[in-house]
């Protein structure tokens, strides 16, 4: 299982464009973050209400459906930027040079493949439930307060879209290796072993004790 990845930057194209599109990736990344603290603070007001004035929040559980896809798709993309999602390297860590780029290529595209039907599918279930002409632009609600539920079932087709656009780049970055027999190219993850991954951790650590050595020092002239 891979532990953390590198993604190395240089000026060219397929890097400005991997940069360009880490902040749309972060930013949804964000989102995602704040619908986890959200949920919590639902969860906070609505037991508080129950054991207080036993009135819970009502319709906690629509709101939490309206959440979940917050959760659920909005950081793939990013992490998948980063190599950080969920996978065995057994195999792949004992390759090197093209035989590693032609197994991530090709691993790569099977995932778009997939993303693109799910794009499709989710897209389509979306449609379903939007209509302009009804109340609310939805032909469906949930059963307790009749939220909408169209905005939530367009979060996925968008995080899908946005992972569709990661994983074309890393397909671009990744036939570039395979015909150039790069070493190390730019716009993918780079899998660390544990030690170049303590190293990275210990350098983070030393910059970051630099700086508050530094603002300590200024405060006190």
Excluded: C
């Excluded at 990845?5 to 194209?13: C, P, Y």
């Excluded at 209400?49 to 979940?68: H, K, S, T």
């Excluded at 599918?121 to 379903?128: I, K, M, N, P, V």
């Excluded at 087709?157 to 656009?165: E, K, N, S």
């Amino acid at each position: 299982m891979a532990a953390g990845a590198a993604v190395l930057e240089d000026g060219s194209l397929i890097s400005r464009l991997d940069r360009g599109l880490l902040k749309a990736e972060r930013l949804l990344a964000l989102l995602s973050g704040i619908a986890v603290f959200s949920l919590m603070i639902l969860a906070v007001v609505s037991v508080g209400g129950r054991n207080a004035i036993n009135a819970p929040l009502p319709g906690y559980v629509d709101w939490i459906e309206q959440i979940m896809p917050l959760i659920a798709f909005m950081g793939i993309a990013y992490v998948q930027r980063d190599g950080t999602h969920i996978r065995m390297d057994i195999f792949i860590g004992a390759l090197r040079g093209r035989a590693l780029w032609l197994f991530e290529l090709v691993s790569v595209l099977l995932i778009l493949f997939l993303i693109l039907a799910l794009v499709w599918g989710s897209w389509s279930h979306f449609l379903r439930s939007f209509d302009f002409a009804a109340p609310l632009w939805s032909r469906d609600s949930s059963i307790d307060i009749g939220l909408p539920i169209w905005p939530a079932k367009l979060l996925a087709p968008v995080a899908f879209a946005v992972l569709a656009l990661r994983l074309m780049l890393q397909i671009w970055g990744y036939g570039r290796a395979l015909v150039l027999g790069l070493e190390a190219p730019v716009a993918v993850p780079l899998v660390q072993s544990a030690a170049e991954l303590a190293a990275a951790e210990a350098e983070q650590m030393r910059g970051h004790d630099s700086g508050t050595d530094n603002n300590s020092t200024g405060g006190q002239g």
